[in-house]
T-cell receptor
Framework: DAKTTQPPSMDCAEGRAANLPCNHS???????VYWYRQIHSQGPQYIIH???NNETNEMASLIITEDRKSSTLILPHATLRDTAVYYC?????????????FGKGTKLSVKP | DADVTQTPRNRITKTGKRIMLECSQT?????MYWYRQDPGLGLRLIYY???????NKGEISDGYSVSRQAQAKFSLSLESAIPNQTALYFC???????????FGPGTRLLVL
């Protein structure tokens, strides 16, 4: 699975959009981009995933660049409850290996 | 996610003791996983199971064993606990063909 690079921390004002970047310059054609978050010592929570098209669900939007070497997770109206560590993970869809490789992620702090 | 439960939620034990952590799921998923998380670090895979008769070691399986008693149950055992196994343990589930993993609330283990 390709390696990802994320900033260690970010701040965001409550009610504003939070834009979390992720670099995955070695991503291959059959690898998807997944985002999870972990709210203080709770189990990680799936947010969204995508291959090359932009994706949106009730939690967030995922923007993937045309060359697929980077992506941005957007939380459109951040709340205090969105304070968490956000993990960007790249892996083959339906791969034989079981694990998700969690790096250190980005610690997002939403401030009032 | 309430569909994935872990017991106990907290456990204190002594060096050399055998302990078992249990995971149950009502999601009907065929795949189950055990991860551990150390402070400030990402999750690392201990064992995973793609079905009842398929058990696989993860990257840090030494000192651990697992049992998949049924599709819905996956137990992790520490045969002889040692202090460096003090960590937060997470169980997760997924469906074959879909890469989204759903995590339990975690078990906080302290080995004295």
């Amino acid at each position: 699975d390709a390696k990802t690079t994320q900033p260690p921390s970010m701040d965001c004002a409550e009610g504003r959009a939070a834009n979390l970047p992720c670099n995955h310059s070695t991503i291959s054609g059959n690898e998807y981009v997944y985002w999870y978050r972990q709210i203080h010592s709770q189990g990680p929570q799936y947010i969204i995933h995508g291959l090359k098209n932009n994706e949106t669900n009730e939690m967030a939007s995922l923007i993937i660049t045309e060359d697929r070497k980077s992506s941005t997770l957007i939380l459109p109206h951040a709340t205090l409850r969105d304070t968490a560590v956000y993990y960007c993970i790249v892996r083959v869809y339906g791969g034989s290996q079981g694990n998700l490789i969690f790096g250190k992620g980005t610690k997002l702090s939403v401030k009032p | 996610d309430a569909d994935v439960t872990q017991t106990p939620r907290n456990r204190i034990t002594k060096t050399g003791k055998r302990i078992m952590l249990e995971c149950s799921q009502t999601k009907g998923h065929d795949r189950m996983y055990w991860y551990r998380q150390d402070p400030g670090l990402g999750l690392r895979l201990i064992y995973y199971s793609f079905d009842v008769k398929d058990i696989n070691k993860g990257e840090i399986s030494d000192g651990y064993s697992v049992s998949r008693q049924a599709q819905a149950k996956f137990s992790l055992s520490l045969e002889s606990a040692i202090p460096n196994q003090t960590a937060l343990y997470f169980c997760a589930t997924s469906v074959r063909g879909l890469e989204t993993q759903y995590f339990g609330p975690g078990t906080r283990l302290l080995v004295l």
